[in-house]
């Protein structure tokens, strides 16, 4: 069995800056890409950002761009999403997610953590 578990979501003013971790468990699996997705209340959830797990390429999302950062620690098999300058629409529940063979088909999730960014 393979666990996600996402940490570090919380309450922020605007312009404020949050870290989310999200910590791989359980039986060895392969990762492609390791990605952060967002979901707000009545929208469809959406992508943030990706990561190569392999050799640390990124991509975004054009509404984080230059704001978030997603990041690795392969070794501690942990994904992060630094999240700066956040702003009301960022608000969501903040999922992460394993594509393993990167064909853009996800076939791990976490939990969730939320993620409310005041104004």
């Known amino acids: 069995q393979v666990q996600l578990v996402e940490t570090g979501g919380g309450l922020v003013q605007t312009g404020g800056s949050l870290r989310l971790s999200c910590a791989a468990s359980?039986?060895?699996?392969?990762?492609?890409?390791r990605s952060w997705f967002r979901q707000a209340p009545g929208k469809e959830r959406e992508f943030v950002a990706r990561?190569?797990?392999?050799?640390?390429?990124?991509s975004y999302a054009d509404s984080v761009k230059g704001r978030f950062t997603i990041s690795r620690d392969n070794a501690k098999n942990t994904l992060y999403l630094q999240m700066n300058s956040l702003k009301p629409e960022d608000t969501a529940v903040y999922y992460c997610?394993?594509?393993?063979?990167?064909?853009?088909?996800?076939?791990?999730w976490g939990q969730g953590t939320q993620v409310t960014v005041s104004s």
């Open positions: 359980g039986r060895t699996f392969s990762s492609y890409y």
């Open positions: 990561i190569n797990w392999s050799i640390g390429s990124t």
């Open positions: 997610a394993v594509d393993r063979v990167g064909l853009g088909r996800y076939d791990y």
